[in-house]
């Protein structure tokens, strides 16, 4: 996890109307250096040098578990999340951008996007999720996208005003 | 510039079917470091370490000004490049994705997209290009992605195989 990662998904989740972003990471060492950027940029003297990255980090959380945050989202909406789950290399059943856009349009519940960093999501986090989005293709046969990359595209092709 | 913009953009042109993507940086010694960062992935120890991170990175040619990038580019194609720039706030005259996508597909000459970091590129080379491409828009009023992220969404919003 880099700082840049924070910022950057911090700044997809405000353009795009992410109510909340969770870094969800087991290391309690890693969830302090998070919180220590957060709180700088949203707190400290970072929120009065840059109020547009303070809007953007405010809206970053971090957890230790995905548990947790499937947990919390259960009890701030008093309805489960359904969990939509990214892969690079998924070629198991998947849902398309259409298709998830309409969902998210009509459906009252909450839902819980899921990006991994390094080689991707666990495989039991992909299997047990409710939906796996199809993954982004180009034009061509590679797809090694950055998870700061990835992020932006899914949040753009799910709410971009294009 | 981070090491990290080298990386997502290299890897976002990879997927994305970009020819070569340019750095173009005034200061030598930056230029220097990123050559150093390119060299290690394309032609050092990196190289043979993860080979999909070289072959994103081939693709990325370092230059001092952007008069250097348009020349060599119609010695290439012997045809000029249309450039195309982006920008956060533009509220002159732009080109939609579809639009430009179109001109993609059925145009001969090379087309340059040009990206800035920090505040954006210069007025100068907004009003000097052929096209300035809509901003992107999320659902809200907040517009202040990274460069790395407007690169993502622009290439795959042109390219990206929806």
Not at 17 to 29: A, D, K
Not at 66 to 89: M, S, Y
Request: charged content about 20%; aromatic content about 8%; hydrophobic content about 40%.
């Amino acid at each position: 996890m880099t700082n840049l990662d924070i910022h950057d998904i911090g700044r997809c989740s405000k353009t795009f109307g992410v109510r909340i972003g969770y870094i969800v990471n087991p290391l309690e060492s890693q969830r302090d250096l998070a919180q220590k950027i957060i709180h700088h940029w949203t707190q400290g003297t970072g929120a009065r040098y840059n109020p547009l990255r303070k809007q953007a980090l405010e809206r970053i959380h971090v957890r230790a578990t995905l548990q947790e945050v499937i947990q919390e989202i259960a009890e701030a909406h008093h309805l489960p999340a359904k969990t939509v789950a990214t892969d690079a290399t998924w070629r198991g059943s998947s849902v398309s951008y259409q298709e998830m856009n309409d969902l998210l349009c009509h459906d009252r519940q909450p839902y819980l996007l899921l990006f991994g960093t390094g080689w991707g999501l666990a495989r039991e986090v992909l299997e047990g999720s409710d939906f796996v989005l199809a993954p982004i293709e180009g034009s061509f046969n590679y797809n090694h996208l950055s998870v700061r990359s990835a992020v932006a595209i899914v949040l753009d092709r799910l709410t971009g005003n294009r």
